[in-house]
C-alpha cells in the first residue's frame, strides 16, 4: 500500500464522533480531524476567515474577530446556496491541510474524522475503511441542545442536511455504539484498534493498491 492505512471515522451531529476520536488518540493513534482544522483555516488574520467575511459580510464576524461560528452554521444550513458558496471556500483548504497532516502520521494506522464523509466525496477516496458512530437521532437533538443552546427544531434542520441513520450504518464497515454511557466507548474502540493494526499490517504486505479493505 502506497501510503498510510487510513480509517474515516463519521457519525451524525451529536453523535460523539469527537470523544471516540478522543479515546483512539488515547491508545497512541494518529487523528486528522477536520472540525479542528476547519477552526485553524478560519481563526482571525487567516485568508479562509477573510474569504468567508467577503462572502457573507462582516456581520459574519464577532466583536473579537473572530468567526460567529453559530450564526454561519445558522446561516448556511437554512440556506443551500449559502452552504455550497462556505463549502466551496473551506473544503479546499480543509482536504489539503488534512492531507499535509497525514503525510506525517506515525502509528500503525490512522483516524480522520469528517462529519460529511458519506454526503461528500472530497476525503472519501483517501480511506480504507469506514466507522460510523452511531446513537438514536432523538440522543443527537438532546445533546446538541445540551452542548450548544440551539433550539430542537434547529438541530432536526441539521440532521435533514445529512444522511439519514439507517443510511449511515448502511454505508459503515464498522459501526461503534454511542448510545450509552461514556464508558462504554473505550471498551469498543480497544476491540477495533486491535482490528485496525491486523488489517494495516495486512494492508502493508499486500501489492501497493488503493480504495477501501474488505469489511
Known amino acids: 500500500m502506497s501510503g498510510p492505512f487510513i480509517v474515516g471515522l463519521t457519525g451524525g451531529i451529536g453523535s460523539g464522533k469527537s470523544a471516540v476520536a478522543d479515546a483512539f488518540a488515547a491508545l497512541g493513534i494518529d487523528v486528522t480531524d477536520t472540525d479542528r482544522i476547519a477552526h485553524a483555516q478560519t481563526a482571525p488574520g487567516t485568508p479562509g476567515q477573510g474569504e468567508i467575511a467577503a462572502a457573507f459580510g462582516a456581520g459574519i464576524l464577532c466583536p473579537d474577530g473572530t468567526l460567529d461560528r453559530a450564526a454561519l452554521r445558522r446561516l448556511a444550513f437554512a440556506d443551500p446556496t449559502a452552504r455550497a458558496r462556505l463549502e466551496a471556500i473551506l473544503h479546499p483548504r480543509i482536504g489539503k491541510a488534512a492531507r499535509d497532516e497525514i503525510a506525517h ?3 500503525p494506522y490512522g ?10 466525496s472530497g476525503l472519501k477516496s483517501l480511506v480504507q475503511r469506514i466507522l460510523v458512530v452511531d446513537c438514536p437521532e432523538e440522543l443527537q437533538v438532546r445533546r446538541v441542545v445540551a452542548r450548544s443552546g440551539f ?7 441539521i440532521m435533514a442536511t445529512q444522511l439519514g441513520r ?9 459501526v ?11 471498551p469498543q474502540v480497544a476491540e ?8 494495516a499490517a495486512l494492508a502493508g504486505r499486500a501489492e501497493p493498491s488503493s480504495g477501501r479493505m474488505p469489511a
Open 105 to 107: 502520521w506515525q502509528s
Open 111 to 120: 483516524i480522520l474524522v469528517v462529519p460529511l464523509l458519506l454526503e461528500r
Open 151 to 157: 433550539a430542537a427544531d434547529e438541530v432536526r434542520a
Open 166 to 174: 439507517e443510511e449511515r450504518i448502511a454505508g459503515a464497515d464498522d
Open 176 to 186: 461503534l455504539d454511542n448510545a450509552g454511557a461514556k464508558a462504554a466507548i473505550a
Open 192 to 199: 477495533l484498534d486491535l482490528r485496525y493494526r491486523a488489517l
